[in-house]
């Protein structure tokens, strides 16, 4: 693993670190940091670091402060408190055998 993902990585795990300690313009320039190092380092983030932030306002999606969740018709739908935004993620059911 690159050096820069490694350290994209800390960055995002100390960002909701920090929103969660109440610092969220902080953890905001974190996330923006660490997405300088992904792009310039040409790599990708684990999908559960990519799905971590919110894409309009930067910060650190934390269940309950700074993100809320609802299930609705087998959809995953996350909003940002801060700034509205929307995200909807379709959920895999069980299939029915016959």
């Not at 923006?32 to 999908?47: D, H, I, Q, S």
């Not at 306002?57 to 909003?79: A, D, Q």
Request: charged letters at 40%; proline letters at 2%; hydrophobic letters at 35%.
């Amino acid at each position: 693993m690159s050096e820069l993902r490694e350290r994209a990585e800390e960055l995002m795990v100390e960002a909701v670190k920090l929103a969660r300690s109440g610092e969220v313009e902080l953890s905001r320039k974190y996330v923006r940091l660490a997405l300088t190092y992904v792009a310039k380092g040409r790599v990708r983030l684990p999908r559960e670091m990519r799905r971590s932030y919110c894409r309009r306002c930067f910060s650190p999606l934390v269940l309950g402060l700074t993100e809320s969740r609802r299930v609705k018709r087998k959809t995953l739908i996350r909003r940002c408190l801060l700034c509205g935004w929307v995200r909807r993620y379709r959920l895999r059911g069980q299939t029915e055998e016959s």
